[in-house]
């Protein structure tokens, strides 16, 4: 090894092992959360797997930990917030589309009529909205997607939809990156709508943000490369499609799975069925004062099976109502 | 801020400054090109998006480089690597599909007719592979390639075809990876057939592997979740499925690509059409004494209009011969 070589790696060195004892010893973990079972459990499997001494060590290359987004990092009461984002774009493209009176989708969505929408299941809907954002280059689709965030105000607590981030999960996503994990959302959301703001809110960038995809072709136009959305999706990240997007893009099995509903029960049974310590755990929405208690009957994040699962096989359940000091950053 | 966030800040914040100082100051850059156009283009665009003095700089997060896989970062004569595993799987199973004896594309695979092959397109190819081996679950997929790697040897070197990645694209790698870059594989093979490899040979690991896919679906059987692949393709990652594929998989648009072949010319042209400066790279194959010369009329990697776009828009295009001082790690 040459001298410049040899600097280089004793640097690295160095360093790796500075910054691994200022995050264990100094990070404070899960700071908005209060002491309980769920901390506990969170932070004693985080201890497991980065043990080097620990039968359950997992080297920081396999310490990947996959977030559902709608439920579970941020709310979606009184509906999924690219619902909402989509409403508006339809009711802009609704005068192009005067079939669409007849259209049960768009009635449901226009009416906000959550128990139709839960019947007709996510494919009409999709396919409208399809056809109204169908042919938008991904540069416009991706532009009217942050104009909306910019200007769009949930309807309890009129502020931006960005602002509906749990600090919580927030937290935990800080705390396991300190540990060495890499942290994905794993989504039925489209990936369009999550990576403008991901990475600021989130700490992940666009790369690690999978999600339910439309058609995109590619095109030159006028000596210029572009990329058009088709009015087709590809891809429905959701329920038994979560492990097939984990598989595509991540191409690992996580060890560390955090969901909140049914969609997410296939990707938890995934992480679950790998060697060593895993960690599933579900986002119960409990509190009726600083949010929305729902849970069985409901039309949106509905967690039943889910819930079975989780008590038989002892996943961690969070109560956000015991769990969590506050459920948004704008409470007092 | 606390004091233990304030010494965990100041502390990262001293090891990036030291980090970074070692890399460019320290780090040989590219010890096995040969002084020459390429190399010095290669250095002055990573020196000018990485200089925060720069007009050019990039922040670390938009550092994004991604690499064609086969003729760029390892052989691809006589036949592509993944073409005789293919080859090999349908020997295998050919038994079992005697309808296979009047099929094109099996007859082509069977005699390693690349003329034929070309003709065909690897549409055919590609069915006839999904009948193979659909239906096998992705780990037992996953096993038989790395079975094959492993037992498999080129035909002209005697060696396993892990063996013929080149040290001058690993330098690269690594090279941008010191100066910030995120290093991706952008490749018209499966990500199945990268992933097993693409860590250890050039340091990118599964999620950072855009590639061909199959149809991949969710079952339980007997209480265990599996993935079980279908028998068609889902989605090319070649021409202009590549442009499509870097959107799906990372969500931005690179600052550098590197290619061999009109498989890669979409590619280079969105990188391109970015602001700043870009850096397209073309790996032309020259040697015939070290390698295989070929490029215009060649049936495997045919390198025709994109050298025509290179030279007339100035992409650097690396002469094997001459600006590499080796093509394989095994040449005395």
């Not at 942290?183 to 700490?203: C, D, H, L, N, Q």
């Amino acid at each position: 090894m040459r001298r410049a070589d040899k600097m280089r790696t004793f640097w690295s060195w160095a360093c790796a092992l500075v910054l691994a004892a200022a995050a264990s010893a100094q990070a404070p973990a899960l700071p908005s959360w209060n002491d309980g079972d769920a901390r506990t459990r969170i932070v004693e499997f985080v201890k497991a797997v980065t043990d080097s001494k620990s039968k359950d060590y997992v080297a920081p290359s396999d310490r990947i930990a996959v977030f559902d987004n709608d439920g579970t990092l941020w709310s979606e009461q009184p509906l999924y917030f690219q619902f909402v984002y989509m409403l508006d774009q339809l009711k802009a493209a609704a005068p192009k589309h005067p079939e669409w009176k007849d259209n049960a989708a768009f009635k449901a969505l226009a009416a906000q009529d959550k128990a139709a929408l839960a019947k007709l299941g996510e494919k009409p809907i999709l396919e409208l909205l399809g056809q109204a954002v169908g042919g938008m280059t991904v540069a416009e689709y991706d532009q009217s997607v942050r104009d909306w965030l910019a200007s769009a105000r949930h309807p309890k607590y009129n502020k931006p939809y960005t602002d509906l981030v749990y600090p919580a999960m927030q937290d935990l996503l800080a705390y396991l990156r300190a540990n060495g994990f890499k942290t994905f959302i794993v989504s039925g959301g489209s990936v369009e709508f999550m990576r403008p703001w991901a990475e600021k809110a989130y700490g992940i960038p666009p790369e690690q943000v999978v999600g339910s995809q439309q058609e995109v072709t590619f095109e030159m136009k006028d000596g210029k490369p572009l990329l058009r959305r088709g009015a087709k999706f590809s891809f429905i990240d959701d329920g038994p499609g979560k492990p097939v997007g984990i598989y595509r893009q991540i191409g690992k099995r996580p060890i560390a799975a955090f969901g909140n509903s049914d969609g997410d029960l296939q990707m938890l049974q995934v992480t679950a069925d790998g060697p060593g310590q895993r960690l599933m755990l579900l986002v119960h929405h409990d509190d009726d004062v600083r949010e929305v208690a729902y849970d069985r009957q409901s039309h949106i994040g509905k967690l039943d099976k889910a819930l079975d699962e989780a008590t038989a096989k002892k996943w961690v359940v969070v109560s956000m109502k015991k769990d969590w000091k506050k459920v948004f950053a704008f409470e007092k």
